[in-house]
């Protein structure tokens, strides 16, 4: 009775070996340094064990994955510079303006103050606005039937008694004594 001895533990299946370094005329480094290649195989050829298997090999498919995940990450990963770049540009555009406009306010207001620099400008000013006369002038305003006076306020005839003038704090307690009264 002949007895099968099981496969050693070194030896692996096709499938899960790995292709070796090669040395020069294409034979793996290991076997070449143990000797364990024959001549037959140094000819360039591969053996069918050589081949890589199609599990191994990457199909268009998974490659175009591949891209597509490399440019995803690629695209994630500026997507937030990007946005802090366009958020910048936008600020320095409105400080611009904005800067821009106080320029245009601060030309004004000096345009206005040369005027109020001149004599002539500000007697005509105080006369138009604030009705000032020059001494011995006498001044008048006309009021035409469109327009009203200028004192909105009624004014009392002299010596008539009038009601003292009670003040908005007083007012504004007697009505919340009212109220609590009233509970």
């Given at each position: 009775m002949e007895r099968i001895s099981p496969e050693p533990?070194?030896?692996?299946?096709?499938?899960s070996r790995t292709r070796p370094p090669a040395a020069p005329g294409g034979r793996p480094l290991a076997l070449a340094a143990q000797g364990q290649i024959d001549e037959a195989q140094t000819d360039g050829t591969q053996t069918d064990e050589a081949q890589p298997t199609p599990?191994?090999?990457?199909?268009?498919?998974?490659?175009?994955?591949?891209?597509?995940?490399?440019?995803?990450v690629v695209v994630v990963a500026l997507a937030l510079p990007v946005r802090g770049f366009l958020a910048q540009r936008a600020e320095i555009a409105e400080l611009t303006a904005r800067k821009a406009a106080a320029e245009a306010a601060i030309?004004?207001?000096?345009?206005?103050?040369?005027?109020?620099?001149?004599?002539?400008?500000?007697?005509?000013?105080?006369?138009?606005?604030l009705h000032y006369v020059m001494p011995g002038e006498s001044g008048y305003v006309v009021v035409t039937p469109e327009q009203e006076p200028t004192?909105?306020?009624?004014?009392?005839?002299?010596?008539?008694?009038?009601?003292?003038?009670?003040p908005w704090f007083t007012t504004v307690w007697d009505s919340a004594r009212a109220v609590d009264a009233a509970q």
């Open positions: 533990a070194s030896v692996t299946s096709k499938r599990a191994a090999r990457m199909t268009p498919t998974g490659r175009l994955a591949v891209l597509a995940l490399v440019l995803a030309e004004e207001l000096q345009g206005t103050k040369r005027l109020w620099g001149d004599d002539a400008y500000v007697r005509t000013q105080a006369r138009s606005r004192e909105s306020r009624p004014v009392a005839p002299v010596g008539a008694v009038t009601a003292p003038v009670t």
